[in-house]
C-alpha cells in the first residue's frame, strides 16, 4: 500500500519538482538549518518502533549498540545523487540488503560524523577529502538493536571507489529526487522472528530500497522536504 502523502506537503503532492530544488546545494542549506523539532529531542519520533511499536520497548533500559551511517548526497549540478550500497550475500547479518555505507562507532572516532566517513572508506574506499559533512538527523532506533546516527554530507564529483569485496558487492546511486518524493515511498510489511514487521520500501529500477535504509531516507524527507 502506497504512504499517504503529507496534507501539506506541496512536494509530495503537485508533480514534477525543479530540478534546483535537489541540488546539493540546496541540501546542504536544508541540511544546516533543519526546522521542527531539535535533533536531541526528535529522537524519539524516529526509527522502527513508529512502524512496531511491540517489538521494540525504549522504556526498559534496552542495551542498544552506536553506530553511524554516512548519507552522501553527490554534488551532480542540479540533480543530487545518493549513494547506496549492496551488500554481500555471504555477510552475517542483513546480507544481500541496501544500505548506506557505515557501521559502528568506535572509541578512537570521537564522533559520529568521523565514524561515518571512517566507515565509507573502509567499505566503498570514498576518500574522506571528497566529503563535507553537513548535518545529522535525528538518532534511528532499530528493531535489531541498534542506535543509529545518520550522517548527512556532500560529496564531490572526482572520486573513484574501491569496493571491500567482504562487505560490499555493488555501489549505485539514485536520485534525490525519487527518494524524496512521497509518492515512491510504501508501506509493506513481512514476519520477523514470529512477529509481523512493517516498514518502508522504496522500489527503483531492479531493486528495492527497504527496511532501516528507507526508513532513515523518509526521515531526511520528513526533516528536510516535507
Do not use: C
Request: negative net charge; aromatic residues 8%; glycine residues 8%.
Amino acid at each position: 500500500m502506497s504512504e499517504t502523502t503529507h496534507p501539506s506537503s506541496k512536494l509530495a503532492s503537485s508533480g514534477p519538482f525543479p530540478a534546483s530544488l535537489f541540488s546539493a546545494a540546496e541540501f546542504r542549506r536544508r541540511a544546516m538549518n533543519q526546522s521542527g523539532s531539535p535533533i536531541e529531542t526528535a529522537a524519539r519520533e524516529h526509527g522502527d518502533h513508529l512502524l512496531n511499536p511491540a517489538l521494540v520497548d525504549f522504556a526498559q533500559g534496552l542495551k542498544l549498540k552506536d553506530a553511524a551511517v554516512l548519507v552522501p548526497v553527490v554534488d551532480d549540478g542540479q540533480e543530487a545523487k545518493v549513494i547506496l550500497t549492496q551488500r554481500t550475500a555471504t555477510l552475517r547479518k542483513h546480507s544481500g540488503q541496501i544500505a548506506f555505507p557505515g557501521g559502528g562507532i568506535d572509541e578512537d572516532d570521537g564522533s559520529a560524523e568521523r565514524a561515518a566517513v571512517r566507515e565509507a572508506e573502509e567499505e566503498i574506499g570514498l576518500a574522506p577529502h571528497f566529503v563535507e559533512t553537513v548535518g545529522r538527523l535525528p538518532t534511528y532506533f532499530t528493531t535489531t538493536g541498534f542506535r543509529i546516527t545518520p550522517v548527512l554530507a556532500v560529496v564531490k564529483r572526482g572520486f573513484e571507489l574501491r569496493l571491500n569485496p567482504t562487505e560490499v558487492d555493488e555501489v549505485f546511486e539514485v536520485p534525490l529526487s525519487f527518494l524524496m518524493n512521497a509518492a515512491n515511498h510504501e508501506r509493506s510489511a513481512r514476519l520477523f522472528e514470529g512477529h509481523e514487521r512493517h516498514f518502508y520500501v522504496m522500489p527503483y529500477e531492479e531493486r528495492n530500497i527497504w527496511g532501516v535504509t528507507a526508513g532513515i531516507l523518509r526521515t531526511l524527507y520528513e526533516r528536510l522536504y516535507a
